[in-house]
């Protein structure tokens, strides 16, 4: 049975492209024909001059101008729902919205949306799709545009869990509530807009509020399981779907990581301190907003419970005995220390907000992550950084080097090596891929990545503001 890796990449096999010539003439952008893009703003177009003009590098800029206005020129289809704006991103080469990736694709343009009335109506479109698509079924993943269809995903056609209509995939990642949160939380503060925040939307919170409380798992499993016929283990869950057992301590109980692979144990902690951060966030936007003191109340109730948690079952300690962050507990004292390239991961938690990057606790932990204390992180021949399972040993994700330029952005040598090895991960293409062999990024996982493009234009966008000097430099 085909599953989304063996679509993506026939399982452990990459796509490869030519290697990238250092001496072609001139960089064609990559970018659709404009009569040919999903969605146009003139605040991103200005943007993109903006920020290009400061970028010295000619392979740095050219690919700056093909991955910022990625998901908006090929992953937007606008629409209408009950006469308000309504937006469906799909995720790439995928044509299905995934919560995550849809609300970090939309990210690195929020800045610009006070100022641009259709940014604004792409924005309140897709937190009314996303509240539809919880409201449908908290536990899925991703979802399909027609809400009336059944999955075409040829992974998900036989998998055993409760399958709704207008459902591409029913993974259980916590992650996927947390981000609807944190995009609207950060489009209200980013315009004073508080249009869709509506009873709907305040249904979906109270909902995702509701399932974060079932998975603690205080009085039993819980509604979800979910079984999957795969050679891969990291595509179901044992025990009869219901996963690996927890012990009922406050944390909230994981079915998959946001690399959509299981947990090995079900208490993911960076997925839980995301959870805390989103929790608090959604209570001063429910307060501001909608001065819903009883939603304020419950998040800011479960947000203290999980953190209280946290503080007593989410750290461990490595062989030579540094106290750090654990990527994964189950409550009974077991523990793994591992970092995935996914956001979240322990790498991401100071980008998401989670930790102050200054805390010795997560320097400690990201230093670790960045390690050979990490089973995922590999150095080879042109690139360094973190993987995962998802697509096996030796392939890095140009994602966790960019969570790492985020981090470490006032440290120029790094953010100076990080960019030279993104520029040399592209394989000539001019935009981010999923994962590269660290040795040859000609073999690489996944074109059209939507995603991964617009993190790395949101990273240029961020260093044209910190570390203008840096940009001018010719990598």
């Known amino acids: 049975m085909m599953d989304r890796r063996t679509l993506l990449g026939s399982g452990l096999a990459l796509a490869a492209t030519p290697a990238f010539a250092a001496d ?28 290009s003009s400061k970028i010295a590098d000619p392979k740095l800029r050219w690919m700056f101008g093909n991955c910022y206005p990625n998901t908006l020129d090929t992953t937007v289809k606008m629409g209408v729902v009950d006469g308000k704006p309504d937006a469906f991103v799909i995720t790439g080469d995928i044509d299905a919205l995934w919560l995550r ?4 694709q939309v990210r690195p343009y929020l800045h610009l949306a006070k100022e641009d009335a259709d940014l604004r109506r792409l924005y309140q479109g897709l937190i009314a799709r996303q509240a539809r698509c919880i409201l449908l079924d908290p536990y899925a993943n991703a979802f399909l545009e027609d809400t009336n269809a059944r999955t075409e995903l040829s992974w998900a056609l036989h998998d055993k869990t409760e399958m709704k209509p207008g459902v591409a995939e029913r993974k259980w990642e916590i992650d996927s509530l947390c981000y609807p949160i944190r995009l609207a939380h950060d489009y209200w503060k980013a315009t004073g807009d508080a249009t869709p925040f509506d009873a709907q939307w305040a249904e979906a919170a109270h909902t995702t ?4 409380r079932e998975q603690q798992r205080k009085d039993g499993p819980g509604p979800y399981r ?44 960076p997925s839980n301190h995301f959870a805390v951060t989103v929790l608090r966030e959604l209570a001063a936007l429910a307060m501001a907003a909608r001065r819903d003191s009883a939603l304020a109340n419950d998040a800011t109730s479960l947000a203290g419970e999980v953190e209280a948690a946290l503080r007593d079952y989410g750290t461990m300690r490595l062989r030579d005995g540094r106290e750090v962050i654990a990527y994964e507990v189950d409550g009974f004292g077991n523990a ?11 790498s991401s938690l100071a980008y998401l907000r989670c930790v102050d990057r200054t805390d010795p606790l997560w320097q400690r932990t990201a230093a670790a992550a960045w390690s050979e204390a990490n089973p995922y992180w590999s150095r080879g021949k042109v690139v360094e950084g973190i993987g995962g399972p998802h697509v096996g040993l030796g392939q890095v994700w140009p994602m966790s080097l960019i969570m790492r330029g985020f981090s470490y952005d006032s440290d120029v040598r790094t953010l100076r090596n990080i960019l030279r090895m993104l520029s040399n991960s592209d394989a000539g293409t001019g935009f981010i891929h999923e994962a590269v062999n660290q040795d040859d990024p000609s073999k690489f996982t996944r074109d059209w990545f939507a995603w991964a493009n617009g993190l790395f234009g949101e990273l240029l966008v961020h260093l044209a503001g910190v570390q203008p000097k840096l940009l001018q430099e010719t990598l």
Not at 29 to 40: G, L, N
């Open 24 to 51: 072609t003439p001139a960089f064609v952008s990559k970018r659709p024909a404009p009569a040919d893009r999903r969605f146009v703003s003139k605040a991103v177009e200005r943007e993109i001059v903006r920020v």
């Open 101 to 104: 990736d849809s609300s970090a």
């Open 209 to 212: 509020i509701r399932t974060f």
């Open 226 to 269: 979910f079984l999957r016929s795969s050679d891969r283990p990291t595509e179901t869950l044992m025990l009869d779907g219901y996963g690996p057992p927890s012990r009922p301590v406050g944390l909230i109980h994981c079915g998959f990581r946001p690399s959509d692979d299981s947990c090995a144990y079900p208490f993911l902690i």
């Open 336 to 346: 793994i220390f591992m970092d995935d390239a996914n956001v979240p991961s322990l």
